[in-house]
């Protein structure tokens, strides 16, 4: 079957640091992956999304950038965060369906 | 998420049917979703709907979708206290993967 990480669950950033979060999927190969995030008390806002390795399309300009180094890793990233950075970041996967599955998410906390 | 909208809360009694309505923009549409978004959690799916069928019934979830008003619903009968949650309908825009939310509905059941 197939699952779906990330990692950290939860993290507290200073403003202008760098960031790092990951995504693996395991039990399927070349997966579309996205990365989303979820402001407090807003919806979900799609940031990118990959349908292969090396492939990546914003979705939004902003601060943030993404990178997909292996068929199945994910890695959403920041030179500096901002304030507006805070929130809950979500990876989803999907593959040759309209259905997305999501991981448990990760809440960015910028300080 | 700002072309889904959803009414932010709703709150039921233990027992009764809670109805979560979504309005959306996008006639072409293919696929439309409910999602469920637990407490600190990712978002699990729940059902889904294709463009061209009006109804789709799953054990206490029904969906109705009216594509003249662009208008989904998500009616949950016998609602419970496992069933407090996030709501979020969502659509498949064209032939590709990227949803679109909406902001949620927080539904609230009080025994």
């Known amino acids: 079957s197939q699952t779906i990480h990330q990692w950290p669950a939860t993290l507290v950033q200073p403003v202008g640091s760098p960031l790092s979060l990951e995504c693996t999927v395991e039990?399927?190969?070349?997966?579309?992956l996205y990365w989303y995030r979820q402001a407090a008390g807003r919806g979900l806002q799609l940031l990118f999304y990959?349908?292969?390795?090396?492939?990546i399309s914003s979705e939004v300009p902003q601060n943030l950038s993404a990178s997909r180094p292996q068929d199945r890793q994910f890695i959403l990233s920041s030179k500096k965060l901002l304030l507006s950075d805070s929130g809950f970041y979500l990876c989803?996967?999907?593959?040759?369906?309209?259905?997305?599955?999501f991981g448990p998410g990760t809440r960015l906390t910028v300080t | 998420g700002e072309d889904v909208e959803q009414s932010l809360f709703l709150s039921v009694r233990e027992g009764d049917s809670s109805v979560i309505n979504c309005t959306y923009t996008d006639s072409s549409s293919t696929y439309l979703y409910w999602y469920k978004q637990e407490p600190g959690a990712g978002l699990q799916l729940l059902t889904y709907i294709f463009s061209n069928m009006d109804m789709k019934q799953d054990q206490r979830l029904t969906v109705l979708l009216n594509k003249k008003d662009k208008h989904l619903s998500l009616r949950i009968a016998d609602t419970q206290t496992g069933d407090s949650a996030i709501y979020f309908c969502?659509?498949?825009?064209?032939?590709?993967?990227?949803?679109?939310f909406g902001t949620g509905t927080r539904l609230q059941v009080f025994p």
């Open positions: 039990g399927t190969s070349n997966p579309n």
């Open positions: 989803a996967w999907s593959i040759q369906s309209y259905e997305q599955y």
């Open positions: 969502a659509e498949s825009r064209g032939n590709t993967d990227k949803l679109i």
């Open positions: 990959s349908v292969g390795i090396g492939q």
